[in-house]
T-cell receptor
Framework: AQTVTQSQPEMSVQEAETVTLSCTYDTSESDYYLFWYKQPPSRQMILVIRQEAYKQQNATENRFSVNFQKAAKSFSLKISDSQLGDAAMYFCAYRTNPNAGGTSYGKLTFGQGTILTVHP | ETGVTQTPRHLVMGMTNKKSLKCEQHLGHNAMYWYKQSAKKPLELMFVYNFKEQTENNSVPSRFSPECPNSSHLFLHLHTLQPEDSALYLC?????FGTGYGYTFGSGTRLTVV
């Protein structure tokens, strides 16, 4: 079974600065998807960024980018020019690519989450 | 409008009560999910439905009973719950069970069992 680990229960950053959230995962599969979700106090889980394991290029969405190290099974999220609205719980998640024949296809496995505080 | 709507937003119930959580999506997604989110624990997948058929039940106690009458609606019927069942219950949906895209989540129901 896949496991996802976020080793930083809490992180803080000054507004306009850059912060990196860590995520590692364990899998024996070669083809899968990785995600970062944001959960603000409104509780709405919002997809931030998505990475396909077969793509070597790191995904980028505006101020959000990832550092995907497949061999190391690491998937960190970098938030540049942090804004007050970025304050939230961030979850790393793993999803098996069903085209690879995984038996747990479709299921998202989440890490424990990292609470990000942004200071003005 | 988030695309996935959950009601009620908050629910307080006694251990002998029977209540239901409702989830609705009009995104054209054909897979729907129930997750439990407890403090200081990872999100736990409870049930998966694909085209109205239950495809996964992760050893959830029988006091939780899901129902999926169609691809747009998902219910979670609750009865004789325990205080440890207090948590945030999140519903999600996805397009194409096998596309690898992420899920769309609702805002959850905050359940308190007293």
């Amino acid at each position: 079974a896949q496991t996802v680990t976020q080793s930083q229960p809490e992180m803080s950053v000054q507004e306009a600065e850059t912060v990196t959230l860590s995520c590692t995962y364990d899998t024996s599969e070669s083809d899968y998807y990785l995600f970062w979700y944001k959960q603000p106090p409104s509780r709405q889980m919002i997809l931030v960024i998505r990475q396909e394991a077969y793509k070597q290029q790191n995904a980028t969405e505006n101020r959000f980018s990832v550092n995907f190290q497949k061999a190391a099974k690491s998937f960190s999220l970098k938030i540049s020019d942090s804004q007050l609205g970025d304050a939230a719980m961030y979850f790393c998640a793993y999803r098996t690519n069903p085209n690879a024949g995984g038996t747990s296809y479709g299921k998202l496995t989440f890490g424990q989450g990292t609470i990000l505080t942004v200071h003005p | 409008e988030t695309g996935v709507t959950q009601t009620p937003r908050h629910l307080v119930m006694g251990m002998t009560n029977k209540k239901s959580l409702k989830c609705e999506q009009h995104l054209g997604h054909n897979a729907m999910y129930w997750y439990k989110q407890s403090a200081k624990k990872p999100l736990e997948l409870m049930f998966v439905y694909n085209f109205k058929e239950q495809t996964e039940n992760n050893s959830v106690p029988s006091r939780f009973s899901p129902e999926c009458p169609n691809s747009s609606h998902l219910f979670l019927h609750l009865h004789t719950l325990q205080p440890e069942d207090s948590a945030l219950y999140l519903c999600a949906s996805s397009q194409g069970f096998g596309t690898g895209y992420g899920y769309t989540f609702g805002s959850g129901t905050r359940l308190t069992v007293v």
